[in-house]
């Protein structure tokens, strides 16, 4: 027997209302917060049993039953010093008064982030333009650094816990890490200046490309995402150098190939991402019938013949009487 446990948040039926029905195995589980009981429990369990009265019920207060936010808050106070740990446990190593406890869990993230030394907050948002998974060398090469150095770093944040490493790597000699939770990435990539984002998500292709060309090819997904948001950058006048143009084929014909590499790995839904991405950034007839086209193989490779019959005429039209598409080199 094969058990499938998707966790998800309930935004998933306001977009999917009849998800999962028709399936005569399907059950769901609604996961209510957490009681006052139950997070003064969670507390106590961080904490092994640490502060106790106003400081706890402030925080359960806060956290009005989310686990996630308890948890960071508490990490937050570790990092500020305001609780300590001492022979006989946690203790609060000021007044009460003096203890601010965030509304917001991206308040919390944002705080503690606030806390690092500038260099490691620098790695940390490096590492947020690479994603959710990230790996040493790719840090290093946006920063111009050297890996070793930024190891030492990633040690720091990983003992933080706000990143963690993994077991396995999609880069070969490189350890993965990913952050340990999306909103820690997402509040690390916003303090990043807009000017500096277009530059470093070239920077990111740019490394991917540098890859051996097997490994290039497996993350050709990255790099053509990198591209994308780069062009977009550029586009959005957030970053005015480099040339516009080239950075814009050089992502569509990225986009194209993400594509096709998706549609063979049967990996469908990231197929048709890429080529509505490409059909996106497509600038001639030709260039907008590739796009068509890659779509149209997505649809038809997953038998979902109308929107393939579709895509595939629409390609047809655009590319009568148009001449060759975009120089793949």
Not at 17 to 39: C, E, H, M, N, Y
Not at 149 to 165: F, H, K, N, T, Y
Request: overall charge negative; glycine content about 12%.
């Amino acid at each position: 027997p094969v058990l499938f446990i998707c966790p998800a948040r309930p935004v998933l039926l306001d977009r999917r209302s009849g998800w999962g029905k028709g399936i005569s195995a399907f059950s769901s589980i609604l996961r209510d917060p957490l009681t006052v009981d139950q997070g003064r429990a969670l507390v106590g369990w961080y904490l092994g049993g640490g502060p106790a009265g106003l400081l706890v019920e402030r925080i359960v207060d806060r956290a009005e039953g989310n686990p996630f936010f308890i948890e960071e808050v508490i990490r937050s106070l570790i990092d500020e010093g305001a609780i300590k740990r001492s022979d006989s446990g946690w203790e609060v190593s000021g007044g009460l008064d003096e203890i601010e406890i965030p509304r917001t869990v991206r308040a919390v993230i944002a705080a503690r982030i606030d806390l690092l030394e500038s260099s490691h907050k620098r790695v940390l948002q490096c590492a947020a333009v690479i994603g959710r998974t990230f790996w040493p060398g790719a840090v290093a090469h946006l920063l111009g650094g050297e890996a070793g150095e930024i190891q030492e770093v990633l040690d720091a944040l990983e003992g933080r816990e706000l990143i963690l490493a993994g077991a396995e790597s999609a880069v070969t000699g490189e350890r993965e890490y990913r952050f340990k939770h999306t909103m820690v990435r997402q509040v690390a990539y916003d303090g990043l200046a807009r000017r500096d984002r277009s530059r470093l998500h070239r920077a990111v292709a740019d490394w991917v490309r540098a890859g051996g060309e097997g490994e290039r090819r497996e993350m050709i997904g990255v790099e053509a995402h990198h591209l994308a948001l780069a062009y977009d950058g550029v586009r959005g006048g957030a970053d005015g150098d480099g040339d516009v143009e080239g950075l814009r084929t050089r992502a569509l014909v990225a986009l194209l190939a993400a594509a096709g590499f998706a549609r063979q790995r049967v990996a469908l839904g990231q197929s048709r991402y890429f080529a509505r991405e490409a059909r996106r950034l497509a600038d001639s007839p030709i260039e907008a019938s590739l796009a068509a086209e890659a779509l149209g193989e997505a649809y038809f490779y997953g038998y979902e013949g109308d929107p393939a019959w579709r895509a595939l005429r629409e390609a047809v039209e655009l590319r009568l009487g148009e001449g060759d598409g975009p120089d793949p080199d």
